[in-house]
């Protein structure tokens, strides 16, 4: 009798054991989970930098493009006319405004080619014109010159460019022998504009155009060297570029540096939108941008913080596991200890020994099981962040089968919880899987039925929805060009969408159909269904944002955020107009106009 205190110690002893290894395997389980929800967190976030940042560089690239178009304007005044005076010059930049539309521009401006033996004659000549006090600079004898005589706006005697010798200046030089050369407009590299010289040392750049005589060949470089002008040019300040093109906080989630040609090091910086901003440890992404010539890297990276959404979610897997662990633990630990209390003989502990042991067995069994899925993870994303979901899921469910008696209400409810956050995290991946499909697909572009697609669609979700009877209108004979697999996903979402936001009025009515505008042409789905308040439709296109509540509605709110991307990659765009309880009409291009 004496030896049954030990025994029922010793086996104790061991079940604790047993009781730690469970809910330490149940921990690193958790973990692993919590590490891939947490790279999915980051997947998600480097893809919506990604998307930011190729907006950002489209748009620097058009402002940047308008800047251009107004040069090769300047340029055209002076082909098309035998010579530009002073005056036409002035009026052409009142015309366009350019310095007040477009933010960044110092000042346009004309330089004459001048032969070192006409330089006399062209002093006079511009003196002549009310100007007793202009000469080129800097002095010297040199065989060509090109001083500036036309600038806007003018400030007579407050200006350091007037007279100045464009020539004379070594990185201006080789921008303008460029563009003499090639015909095409040049920019130079970073500079000090002159207007700065000796007052501030801001960066910037300017671009030249080379002017021509236009009774001569430019056919060869021999040949444009010979008629050659003179140059029209616009000078930038650098930070004044940029403070214009990020305007009314256009991209306030972004922090961008742009770099000199292909360096991303100090010596190369151009422009920073936020110089004080750490970029040590940070996920970045790099996007080329053209000028005249000239190749800027922008290197951008996210200045808020991560979204919500999926943060979320691994916050809940990460919280749910360790209580799921706390609990095994504890419920196992209980459990060997009441086993040693209520041994009564040697023939009960044996009996509790070989059913404990049954249950290690099986345990570390499922655990073994759980962690060969989660080795395959190196193989396939979609899988391997499966694996752990259904883990926690299964050990939710054993803990709730075997040890209901068990738990208290608050306990069962957390373990309910937990699996409702792993199933509804599976639903997320599959989605997130499903939006990432539509940007790696090449397109198959070619002619498009829109209204055949669209028709086909309807009569599938009306044999899906056989008790919802709704009024389908499609305009006929729609043709687009683009991927017939992707536009399919398109008027499935679009349609789809309609569909179950008219599902709750009596009378609902659906119609696909085109308008026709002046360069382009725009599609719409319409329906009167649901519809939602105008002040959250920045929301509708981004992935997991939804208008309406899933009691409401079903839906993981990717349909659209996935349609707008497919839309995208076609060149188009997509916009909603709604009105709460008067229903939807969503429009979308497949095209820029």
């Known amino acids: ?91 052409y930049a009142k015309q366009i405004d350019a310095i007040r539309r477009f933010p960044g521009i110092r000042r346009f401006a004309y330089c004459s080619m001048v032969r070192a033996e006409a330089l006399r004659d062209h002093i006079t000549a511009v003196r002549a014109e009310g100007f007793p006090a202009y000469t080129v600079t800097p002095p010297g004898s040199r065989p060509e010159y090109c001083p500036v005589i036309y600038l806007e706006p003018f400030e007579h005697g407050k200006l350091k460019s007037f007279g100045a010798d464009i020539l004379a200046e070594p990185i201006r030089h080789e921008a303008m022998s460029q563009a003499r050369d090639s015909g095409e407009s040049v920019s130079t590299k970073r500079l000090t504009l002159l207007q700065d010289a000796g007052v501030s040392s801001k960066p910037g750049f300017v671009i030249f155009s080379p002017v021509y005589r236009n ?144 249950r290690v067995k099986q345990r570390t069994a499922q655990l073994e099981a759980a962690v060969k899925e989660l080795e395959a993870f190196s193989y396939s994303v ?80 009306s044999k899906t929805f056989p008790g919802q009877r709704v009024e389908f209108i499609t305009h006929p004979s729609i043709i687009a060009e683009g991927d017939r697999v992707l536009l399919r996903i398109v008027l499935e979402n679009l349609l789809g969408n309609a569909w179950k936001y008219s599902s709750k009025i009596p009378d609902p009515r659906i119609e696909f159909g085109q308008i026709e505008e002046s360069d382009h042409t725009v599609y719409f789905v319409r329906d009167n269904g649901a519809g939602f308040d105008m002040r959250y439709v920045d929301k509708l296109f981004v992935a997991f944002q939804r208008l309406h509540g899933p009691k409401e509605f079903s839906g993981s709110g990717i349909g659209l955020a996935t349609v707008q991307r497919i839309i995208a990659r076609h060149g188009g765009k997509i916009w909603a107009e709604s009105k709460a309880g008067e229903g939807t009409t969503l429009y979308f291009t497949l095209s820029a106009p």
Do not use: C
């Open 382 to 461: 979609s899988h391997d962040l499966r694996a752990p979901l259904r883990s926690i899921d299964g050990f939710s469910q054993a803990l709730l089968d075997d040890y209901e008696s068990s738990l208290d209400a608050t306990a069962q409810d957390y373990l309910r919880r937990v699996r409702a956050a792993a199933q509804r995290m599976g639903i997320l991946i599959d989605d997130l899987l499903k939006l990432s499909r539509t940007t790696r697909v090449s397109l198959n572009v070619g002619p498009v039925n829109l209204s055949s697609l669209a028709s086909e669609i309807a009569i599938d979700l």
């Open 1 to 91: 009798m004496t030896a049954l205190p030990a025994l029922t110690t010793r086996s104790f002893t061991s079940h604790s054991v047993i009781a730690y290894l469970a809910g330490l395997a149940s921990i690193m389980l958790t973990l692993v989970a919590w590490h891939y929800a947490t790279q999915l967190a980051e997947t998600k976030e480097h893809v919506k930098l990604a998307s930011e940042s190729h907006v950002l560089a489209d748009t620097i690239n058009r402002q940047l493009g308008n800047y251009q178009q107004i040069l090769d304007g300047l340029t055209g005044l002076f082909a098309a006319s035998v010579s530009v005076d002073r005056s036409e010059f002035r009026a």
């Open 215 to 358: 009774d001569e060949s430019q056919r060869s470089v021999e040949e444009r060297r010979k008629a050659l002008v003179g140059f029209v040019y616009a000078s930038f300040r650098l930070d004044e570029l940029f403070a214009g093109i990020m305007a009314q906080d256009r991209f306030p989630g972004l922090v961008f540096n742009v770099y000199e040609g292909d360096s991303l090091d100090a010596g190369s910086l151009l422009y920073s939108s936020a110089p004080r901003v750490s970029w040590a440890g940070q996920d970045t992404v790099t996007e080329k941008v053209k000028i005249a010539g000239r190749l800027w890297t922008l290197k951008i990276m996210s200045a808020g913080k991560p979204g919500n959404i999926t943060g979320n979610v691994a916050a809940l897997t990460l919280i749910g596991g360790l209580s799921i662990s706390a609990i095994l633990f504890w419920v196992t630990l209980l459990q060997a200890r009441n086993v040693a209390q209520r041994a009564a003989s040697e023939q009960q502990i044996r009996m509790l020994n070989t059913e404990l042991e049954h």
